[in-house]
């Protein structure tokens, strides 16, 4: 049988190779017997996003979890990760599952574990239900009218419950009278939402269609050409954003249709929190995080922690200390005040907001910003390569190999998760293989887009050489 693995944000496969119906039983078995060793009649709440065959691996993993004896909560129709997560707080169940594979490319589907208290499950948890995998299955199942019978399925509306929460939190009065945004759904869960909360505003993709049309649903700005250029052509339009496919990362966009990436996304909603709403916590980020929130933190007086990439990690935290954000490069960014999860819509509306209250552009806030930390620009590279390749690029940076990279010397290299190599006037790479794709990620900070360029074209010669 296949070896199931979860990497840095649940488990993905690709669609009838190795996520099978055979293999979510086994995951989902797993499941079952993790919480009946912990709690006593244990409920879990389910949900399913856009994918091809979500309704039928949310089912067979549903006829599982009752036929170990466990109460299913399921989330009607197609829903984000943001919904269960917040689903598994509100109606105090023992986890959720969102049936997703996230930003991944449309043949992958996958398996999300939610916690009790609205976030990603621990890695500590996610490693125990791992190890509980049995490497087949000979258990059997009713059909799920038999469960629906007996009391142990309910179908709850999630969707609901989220619009609740946007609206306790947002003055969407003001938002709707003063903001004209465009938002790019990129086929994902999050269009139904946001066609109900603003169908008068601007919205691009939001439609059912699981292929997204052939595209990862990755909130990056090679993949959100249409966002940008509706941006650029389209005058009185303030900003845009976009969200992946299950809805818990963002990718933003100025008037002029430029891309701002998370390390900005994260400053922005950092200072707008504390300047602008007066709150203060801690700060959590990942380690691919710029290192410039330390700035934005000395400023206003808060302490700070770095943890290892997977927003897990970043959860964990925030369910333990007074976090007042939490966020990661790859878009995933939580407010304190909200869940401690990723949620993409939540930050959209959250700088829409902010561009609301204050009148300003987009472009005037990182102004502010960069007042406080410096200017800076960001681009990342996603290189494909062979498993025998990645893994002798790994080797080399463990061996500390790397003095240079073209005429850049590098003056220190710190290893939380991935190698991180600085430079000169703040600049740094860092090199990282993806927990969830067959790629080495080369990330990289600047004064410009220039030195950008420059610096990981210098990346890749070295360590392609």
């Known amino acids: 049988m296949t070896k199931i693995k979860f990497g840095t944000d649940g488990w993905r496969a690709i669609i009838a190779e190795s996520y099978t119906v055979e293999n979510v039983k086994r995951v989902s078995i797993a499941v079952a017997d993790y919480l009946l060793q912990k709690e006593n009649n244990p409920t879990i709440v389910i949900g399913h996003d856009c994918r091809f065959g979500g309704p039928m691996f949310l089912e067979i993993a549903t006829r599982v979890f009752c036929e170990k004896g466990l109460k299913v909560l399921i989330g009607e129709g197609i829903v984000t990760t943001p919904m269960v997560s917040l689903g598994a707080k509100e109606y105090n169940a023992d986890m959720g599952i969102v049936i997703t594979a996230s930003h991944n490319p449309p043949d992958y589907n996958g398996y999300k574990l939610k ?7 621990s890695p500590s948890v996610v490693s125990e239900v791992e190890a509980l ?3 087949k299955t000979s258990i059997k199942l009713e059909e799920l009218s038999h469960y629906k019978n007996l009391g142990q399925v309910e179908y709850v509306n999630l969707e609901d419950l989220y619009v609740k929460a946007v609206e306790n939190a947002f003055d969407l009065d003001l938002i709707r009278s003063q903001s004209r945004f465009a938002y790019d759904a990129m086929f994902g869960a999050g269009y139904k939402v946001m066609k109900r909360l603003f169908p008068n505003q601007n919205l691009l993709h939001c439609m059912h269609n699981p292929s997204f049309e052939g595209r990862a649903p990755e909130p990056i700005a090679k993949n959100l050409e249409a966002l940008s250029n509706f941006l650029a ?5 303030q900003c845009g954003f976009a969200t992946d496919g299950d809805a818990d990362r963002i990718g933003m966009y100025n008037a002029s249709g430029d891309f701002i990436d998370s390390h900005h996304i994260i400053l922005l ?10 709150l203060k916590g801690k700060v959590v980020v990942a380690f691919s995080v710029t290192d410039r929130f330390k700035k934005m933190c000395a400023h206003y007086g808060l302490d700070y922690e770095v943890t290892k990439i997977g927003f897990k990690y970043i959860a964990e935290k925030m369910t ?12 995933g960014i939580a407010i304190g005040t909200h869940i401690p999860e990723r949620d993409g819509i939540w930050m959209g509306l959250t700088l829409i907001e902010f561009m609301a209250k204050t009148g300003k552009s987009l472009d005037n806030l990182i102004d502010e910003v960069y007042e406080i930390v410096g200017s800076f620009k960001y681009s990342r590279d996603d290189l494909h390569l062979t ?3 990645k893994q002798s690029i790994i080797k080399a940076c463990d061996e500390d190999s790397f003095k240079y990279f073209g005429s850049h010397e590098v003056h220190e290299v710190a290893r939380i998760d991935g190698y991180k190599y600085f430079f000169d006037k703040g600049e740094w790479i860092m090199i990282r293989p993806s927990g969830t794709e067959p790629v080495l990620r080369v990330y990289c900070e600047a004064e410009n887009y220039d030195k950008v360029s420059v610096l990981l074209e210098a990346v890749k010669e070295t360590i392609l050489s």
């Not at 909603?269 to 007066?278: D, F, S, T």
């Not at 333990?320 to 878009?331: C, F, T, Y």
């Open 115 to 121: 916690s009790s208290f609205g976030g990603p499950s």
């Open 133 to 135: 995998i049995p490497e």
């Open 233 to 237: 052509s389209n005058d009185f339009i």
């Open 269 to 278: 909603v950092l200072h707008y929190l504390c300047k602008y709403k007066g």
């Open 320 to 331: 333990q200390e007074d976090v007042l954000l939490g966020g990661e490069e790859s878009g």
């Open 387 to 389: 498993e025998e390749k």
